[in-house]
């Protein structure tokens, strides 16, 4: 991990403060928010591709994404 994408102590302290159904929904709209980006980056590689076909590509590399 690189100094500057270490996790403050304010930051560890403001994600301790939040309730855990907080925490969740935060965690949502950053996948949701990955996902917009993932299909906006194949949007523009592939500008000739339907919504349906940057749907389906985006469901398959999230599907098979790790960690």
């Known amino acids: ?3 500057d ?3 403050s102590p304010e930051q560890i302290a403001a994600l301790r403060a939040m ?3 907080r ?3 935060l965690a949502e709209r950053l996948y949701w928010s990955a996902r917009k980006m993932k299909a906006a980056g194949l949007r ?3 500008p ?3 919504e349906s076909r940057l749907n389906e590509a985006v469901r398959k590399i999230f599907s098979h ?3």
Do not use: I, K, N, V
């Open 23 to 25: 925490r969740l929904h």
């Open 19 to 21: 309730t855990g159904l």
């Open 1 to 3: 991990m690189l100094t």
């Open 65 to 67: 994404a790790r960690t």
């Open 44 to 46: 523009s590689q592939h």
């Open 48 to 50: 000739d591709w339907p």
């Open 5 to 7: 994408e270490q996790t």
